[in-house]
């Protein structure tokens, strides 16, 4: 699933070629995606482009703004000029997808908005992602890591008893980090993913906030991650290289970068943690 860094990247994307221009039409081809009138957002011009946590939103005024939330397969690519323009050249990590060698409306395309200047389609091959004018999940997010100091972070989770783990993925409580991000900052901290959150010292929240905040830009720096399912793409067809410098996330049975022990991997909250058993003993 797409995270904070990887929706980021597209927002960055798109904050330079949305703004100003007009949404001329929109065309749905999937009912259960979208939610909302979006014909009120027909000949209004895109003001800015905005992200709270993993949800992208392209505010076209006062009380008019459209969400995109990517959930596992979702991406958005823009084609500029004429609609249905050959992707051929746009490839992930060098190996083409059948998303981007194909004209644009794919298979896996499932809403599409006409612009002035081009063409914006959502693709989601397992549809759990959606479109929505003006979402109110957004309301029950918490604050983003970035916002935050050490202090903020700790009196966040102290209290909690649930693995540390799933407190920081819980987007409720902070938002933005999810599974890649999070076991690369536990690891940056050397703190055990199953540690009880209230258990921690304050030296340990001091270290994972900064964790947290290094793998986070890291992963912007980076464009995001592509794993090797091809699912997340840029704004231009084009996979992130933050895979590249995963600490521990997707290494199982490979050497740990600090310690040289073997990095494990088992399940926590139905998720798929990794760790250095010697280096994240506590």
Same mark, same amino acid.
């Given at each position: 699933?797409?995270?904070? #860094?990887?929706?980021?990247?597209?927002?960055?994307?798109?904050?330079?070629?949305?703004?100003?221009?007009?949404?001329?039409?929109?065309?749905?081809?999937?009912?259960?995606?979208?939610?909302?009138?979006?014909?009120?957002?027909?000949?209004?011009?895109?003001?800015?482009?905005?992200?709270?946590?993993?949800?992208?939103?392209?505010?076209?005024?006062?009380?008019?703004?459209?969400?995109?939330?990517?959930?596992?397969?979702?991406?958005?690519?823009?084609?500029?000029?004429?609609?249905?323009?050959?992707?051929?050249?746009?490839?992930?990590?060098?190996? #083409?997808?059948? =998303?981007?060698?194909?004209?644009?409306?794919?298979? %896996?395309?499932?809403?599409?908005? %006409?612009?002035?200047?081009?063409?914006?389609?959502?693709?989601?091959?397992?549809?759990?992602?959606?479109?929505?004018?003006?979402?109110?999940?957004?309301?029950?997010?918490?604050?983003?890591?970035?916002?935050?100091?050490?202090?903020?972070?700790?009196?966040?989770?102290?209290?909690?008893?649930?693995?540390?783990?799933? /407190?920081?993925?819980?987007?409720?409580?902070?938002?933005?980090?999810?599974?890649?991000?999070?076991?690369?900052?536990?690891?940056?901290?050397?703190?055990?993913?199953?540690? #009880?959150?209230?258990?921690?010292?304050?030296?340990?929240?001091? =270290?994972?906030? /900064?964790?947290?905040?290094?793998?986070?830009?890291?992963?912007?720096?980076?464009?995001?991650?592509?794993?090797?399912?091809?699912?997340?793409?840029?704004? %231009?067809?084009?996979?992130?290289?933050?895979?590249?410098?995963?600490?521990?996330?997707?290494?199982?049975?490979?050497?740990?970068?600090?310690?040289?022990?073997?990095?494990?991997?088992?399940?926590?909250?139905?998720?798929?943690?990794?760790?250095? #058993?010697?280096?994240?003993?506590?």
């Amino acid at each position: 699933m797409p995270e904070l #860094p990887e929706i980021e990247t597209v927002r960055l994307q798109l904050e330079k070629v949305l703004v100003g221009q007009t949404n001329l039409k929109f065309e749905i081809r999937n009912l259960k995606t979208v939610h909302g009138d979006l014909s009120k957002i027909v000949g209004k011009k895109v003001v800015s482009i905005e992200r709270k946590g993993k949800v992208l939103l392209i505010n076209f005024g006062p009380g008019l703004n459209l969400g995109f939330h990517f959930k596992m397969t979702g991406q958005l690519v823009y084609v500029p000029s004429a609609k249905g323009q050959v992707l051929s050249a746009r490839v992930v990590g060098g190996h #083409p997808t059948e =998303d981007f060698v194909n004209k644009m409306p794919s298979k %896996h395309t499932r809403a599409m908005f %006409h612009l002035s200047g081009g063409t914006l389609y959502f693709n989601d091959q397992r549809m759990f992602g959606w479109v929505m004018l003006n979402p109110k999940f957004v309301d029950k997010l918490g604050p983003e890591p970035f916002s935050l100091n050490t202090p903020k972070f700790l009196k966040l989770l102290k209290g909690l008893k649930k693995p540390i783990k799933i /407190a920081i993925m819980d987007q409720e409580i902070i938002s933005g980090v999810g599974n890649i991000y999070a076991n690369d900052a536990l690891w940056e901290a050397k703190i055990n993913p199953r540690r #009880p959150a209230n258990t921690l010292t304050a030296k340990q929240y001091h =270290d994972l906030y /900064a964790g947290v905040v290094r793998v986070l830009r890291e992963g912007i720096k980076y464009g995001g991650a592509t794993a090797a399912d091809a699912k997340y793409v840029n704004l %231009h067809g084009l996979g992130g290289h933050y895979q590249d410098h995963f600490r521990v996330y997707d290494r199982e049975g490979e050497k740990c970068k600090r310690c040289k022990s073997v990095i494990k991997k088992f399940v926590l909250g139905g998720r798929g943690t990794y760790y250095c #058993p010697k280096c994240q003993k506590r």
